[in-house]
């Protein structure tokens, strides 16, 4: 996390969940594991190139959402997508943590 990066209650894994849906959360992360590799990420690879088209707009829509600038959120774009990918992984992680309890 970079030292200008905020988190908020809005941002913890319940709430971004309940923007985007669990499911969808899930489909997206399924469709990066399957399409994306994180030594890409760091060359700022091009997700609607990698994503193929029946997978983009969920991946889309999700990532989007996720990766969208708050106030005061000074963070480029690609910076905001690697963070969306994070918070993916936390709402999916936390999402079948609760399901196991």
């Not at 985007?20 to 990420?41: H, K, P, S």
């Not at 989007?64 to 709402?91: F, K, N, Q, S, V």
């Amino acid at each position: 996390m970079g030292s200008n990066t905020v988190r908020s209650l809005d941002r913890e894994p319940a709430a971004l969940a309940m923007r985007i849906g669990v499911a969808a959360a899930e489909a997206a992360l399924a469709t990066f594991a399957r399409n994306l590799d994180l030594d890409d990420l760091a060359d700022g690879v091009d997700f609607q190139g990698a994503i193929g088209p029946a997978e983009w707009p969920v991946f889309s829509l999700v990532i989007d959402t996720l990766a969208e600038a708050a106030p005061g959120d000074h963070r480029t774009l690609d910076e905001r997508r690697a963070g969306a990918l994070d918070d993916l992984a936390r709402i999916c992680i936390a999402a079948r943590n609760r399901g196991a309890a």
